[in-house]
């Protein structure tokens, strides 16, 4: 049986597509976050549907038990470690702050190239070259 899709307003008059059986909305938020989320839960309350059908078996109750369940034990004082064949050194980051502003690192786009074979522009008449502004 093909599951229709159901239509969702959101906030700002936006319409979105939600499928339940295939956990799909057409916002992404579903797919991304695998949770069932505002458009999820407004369904699920329209419908009367129960939303823990939605939440995937890794987030369970059950999953959460059997994780703690077993048992955890502390790590030994520094005495109870074994000696390693190697030494750890550790370089701490320079922390001497340097003067002036950060650069910033900037990707460089279309408008950051010029045409080499566009004439040169002027700084203070960006219409005219200062060559043609001196034959003037």
């Given at each position: ?31 991304t ?45 520094e ?54 502004m001196?034959?003037?």
């Open positions: 049986m093909v599951e229709s899709p159901i239509r969702v307003s959101g906030t700002g008059n936006n319409v979105y597509t939600l499928r339940l059986n295939n956990k799909f909305c057409s916002c992404g938020k579903w797919q976050y695998t949770l069932p989320y505002s458009h999820v839960l407004a369904v699920c309350r329209e419908n009367g549907s129960r939303t823990d059908a939605y939440v995937p078996e890794i987030y369970s109750r059950q999953t959460y038990i059997k994780t703690y369940q077993a048992n955890f034990h502390p790590a030994l004082s005495n109870f470690w074994r000696d390693v064949p190697f030494n750890l050194t550790f370089y701490p980051p320079n922390m001497k702050k340097e003067r002036g502003r950060k650069q910033g690192k900037r990707f460089q786009g279309e408008m950051d190239y010029r045409n080499p074979d566009s004439p040169p522009r002027c700084v203070l008449l960006l219409q005219i070259t200062c060559n043609e001196v034959k003037m």
